[in-house]
């Protein structure tokens, strides 16, 4: 099977800009779950999603958005973007999400913001 | 609040050397806990998890509910042993995925 895969793997954007990342989790999991990684705050919970619905979320602001398509991919946005947005985003999947399950990661998108 | 306490930030050893790579939780209930391990340039994966109770590349980890803590173990270190690794909790009020990680301890296991 083929593992998470997360696209663009790099990114400089500026100040003010809104981005986009993409994650395609492992072929039959339905649950997505995002995090962001900072040297200072290290691994936080973003959102998870499962069949296209929000099912927890992390304590960010309300730039920090996503969404979960039908063929369970899943896209994260942040927008009005600022410079402690730098970092490391990683998404992982599993099959449902529950407790316990073990959850898949992507190699991450690195972002830069200027 | 839930949180994951990892003390050190930092563990080196000698190659055949015991290693314990120490995780405290803050958690009223009965969690989930996981071992996480990110090698040099490799993703996040995961390495042990308490539910299943397993050995790992010789690694186990026993859940101390009156210590709460979760320390990670190996009574041989080797080389190929060197890496990041996090302690995680999953809850079983918390839908979805949610998992709260450490903040990580980089072993490094010298020849």
């Known amino acids: 099977k083929a593992g998470v895969t997360q696209t663009p793997r790099y990114l400089i954007k500026t100040r003010g800009q809104q981005v986009t990342l993409s994650c395609s989790p492992i072929?039959?999991?339905?649950?997505v779950s995002w995090y962001q990684q900072t040297p200072g705050q290290g691994l936080q919970f973003l959102f998870e999603?499962?069949?296209?619905?929000?099912?927890n979320k992390g304590n960010f602001p309300g730039r920090f958005s996503g969404r979960q398509f039908s063929n369970s991919r899943s896209e994260m946005n942040v927008s009005t973007l600022e410079l402690g947005d730098s970092a490391l985003y990683l998404c992982?999947?599993?099959?449902?999400?529950?407790?316990?399950?073990?959850?898949?990661f992507g190699p991450g998108t690195r972002l830069l913001v200027l | 609040a839930q949180r994951v306490t990892q003390p050190e930030k930092l563990l080196s050893v000698f190659k055949g050397a015991p290693v314990e790579l120490k995780c405290n939780y803050s958690?009223?209930?009965?969690?989930?806990l996981f071992w996480y391990v990110q090698y040099s340039r490799q993703r996040l994966q995961l390495l042990l998890k308490?539910?299943s109770r397993e050995s790992i590349k010789g690694f186990t980890a026993d859940l101390n509910k009156g210590e709460t803590s979760f320390h990670l173990k190996k009574p041989f270190a080797q080389e190929e042993d060197s890496a990041m690794y996090y302690c995680?909790?999953?809850?079983?009020?918390?839908?979805?995925?949610?998992?709260?990680f450490g903040q990580g301890t980089e072993l490094s296991v010298k020849p």
């Open positions: 992982a999947s599993s099959s449902s999400g529950l407790v316990g399950e073990t959850q898949y």
């Open positions: 072929s039959g999991h339905r649950s």
């Open positions: 999603y499962f069949s296209e619905t929000q099912r």
């Open positions: 958690y009223s209930g009965s969690p989930e």
């Open positions: 308490h539910i």
């Open positions: 995680a909790l999953a809850s079983i009020y918390n839908q979805g995925g949610k998992l709260i």
